[in-house]
């Protein structure tokens, strides 16, 4: 069982930046494969950002390719993803996702096994 908990939103004016952290329970973290997601009110969850492995390839959604970076700490068990040039329609609830990693659709919010609650973006024009 791995647990997952984010945190790092708030509030910010569009341009600006935020650091999303989410950390993760378990031994086997360097070996997991990590994602961000993202769910706007009245929308569908969607694909943000994600971490094949620790060393591995990463993968991003068009819309914050060049905004948005995601990395991760092994040591402290940590995926970080770094924002900047937040635009209004960044705002949402972020949330991580993980699961042993394993060839497979890492854009696809049904290859991941574990979710943390979710942390409110507001970007205000």
């Known amino acids: 069982q791995v647990q997952l908990v984010e945190s790092g939103g708030g509030l910010v004016q569009a341009g600006g930046s935020l650091r999303l952290s989410c950390a993760a329970s378990g031994r086997t973290f360097s070996t997991y494969a990590m994602g961000w997601f993202r769910q706007a009110p009245g929308k569908e969850r969607e694909f943000v950002a994600a971490?094949?492995?620790?060393?591995?390839?990463?993968y991003y959604a068009d819309s914050v390719k060049g905004r948005f970076t995601i990395s991760r700490d092994n040591a402290k068990n940590v995926v970080y993803l770094q924002m900047n040039s937040l635009k209004p329609e960044d705002t949402a609830v972020y949330c991580c996702a993980a699961a042993p990693y394993r060839p497979g659709p890492l854009r696809s919010s049904l290859f991941y096994d574990y979710w943390g609650q979710g942390t409110q973006v507001t970007v205000s024009s």
């Open positions: 971490s094949s492995r620790s060393g591995g390839p990463t």
